[in-house]
């Protein structure tokens, strides 16, 4: 954050440079390393989130069989909503200095090319509903990608039962290149209720990447799949560094997120539509 980039704005006292700590969990995942690929949820099963309880691996990293890195994070939010969750996720955007709250270490920029996150017409999730523009640091390589969200059934099933398990809101999206054509990962977020607020459990499966709105059997694909190719745009370190950013920026945001939410909406509670 530059001199001056905070003047006159309200959210200011929200900017926090020295970041909550980690929690707990998550050192200890960092200190195990990386997991057996047992552990890991493969994308197919991805619906299994919505289950009651726990899976194997709620905070770690693993490989899975078919190359892909899959990363898993679970976050307290006291006296937090899901709904609060997607509001955010539709006002943040509208300002780099919005962006750079959530992460103070390593986020740079965010937009979208409607730029709806004021838009009072909008509901929460049409504001985020849509591909955003990200320029953040993921360990210590800076990237420029592009994160387009969707129907959480795209991953799910076309008749997945969206409020199991207690879960609130559920935010979904394509992970992709901005400067080329290419798509290499997905991720989820999903809020569930408890009895202190909500937790969310993130997850990201990052690798085997296509070329965008390709057919998966196109050559191309096989090429950027080649061990070659992964090895200059997939580090050996992406599953660390991943749980580290989530963990870190996920634990931050909800040291001030109630706050900042009842700044905008005083004691309004309202459910994302």
Known sequence: MRPGDLNGKPYAPFWKPDMAPMPE??????????????????????????????????????RLPNGQRYVAVRTEFPNSTGAMFEWWMGWHYMEDQRYKLWHPRAHIANGTLEMRGDDAQASNREKYMTTHYVTEYIGARRGDICISFCDPRVLFGANADLCRGGTSAVVCGRVALQKVPISFGWLVHQLRETSYGCEMRSRFWLGRAM??????????????????????????????DMLTHCAMEMNHLASFLPELYALYHGDKHSKAT
């Open 211 to 240: 070329v965008t709105g390709s057919r998966e059997q196109d050559p191309r694909n096989w090429l950027l799949r080649t061990r070659l190719f992964e090895r200059l745009t997939m580090p050996a370190t992406l599953g660390r």
């Open 25 to 62: 969990e998550v050192l200890d995942a960092l200190a195990r390393g990386e997991e057996a690929s047992e552990l890991a949820l493969s994308l197919g099963d991805a619906d299994k989130l919505l289950e009651p309880g726990y899976l194997s691996l709620e905070n770690g990293y693993a």
